[in-house]
Nanobody, 122 residues
Framework: VQLQASGGGLVQAGGSLRLSCAASGRTLSSYVMGWFRQAPGKEREFVAAISLSSTSTYYGDSVKGRFTISRDNAKNMVYLQAGSLKPEDTAVYYC????????????????WGQGTQVTVSS
């Protein structure tokens, strides 16, 4: 499956962005989907994950209550609504797909998109 993330940009602290991830090649309904982020000089960090039929969602502690992950299997799309943004949310955001269970470890994911830059100014 090929993944294409979009929707990043420059936003002021307190603002919001909606990131999108478009999948092609295989139907998205076969994969657990997730979002990760990586800031310069830091390791890739788990942000959120969603189960096959959207019945379960999981969030990293730093974004819990501010970000929401969702998916539309009919459109082969995954979304990340990022709200109450902080400068420390600045990073390249990646969407990922996994044939197995979700994990906070980025090494456990099978497919990755190219990333979209999110910059939050103070």
């Amino acid at each position: 499956v090929q993944l294409q993330a979009s929707g990043g940009g420059l936003v002021q602290a307190g603002g919001s962005l909606r990131l999108s991830c478009a999948a092609s090649g295989r139907t998205l309904s076969s994969y657990v989907m997730g979002w990760f982020r990586q800031a310069p000089g830091k390791e890739r960090e788990f942000v959120a994950a969603i189960s096959l039929s959207s019945t379960s969602t999981y969030y990293g502690d730093s974004v819990k209550g501010r970000f929401t992950i969702s998916r539309d299997n009919a459109k082969n799309m995954v979304y990340l609504q990022a709200g109450s943004l902080k400068p420390e949310d600045t990073a390249v955001y990646y969407c990922a797909a996994n044939r197995g269970a979700w994990t906070r470890n980025s090494r456990g994911w099978d497919y990755w998109g190219q990333g979209t830059q999110v910059t939050v100014s103070s």
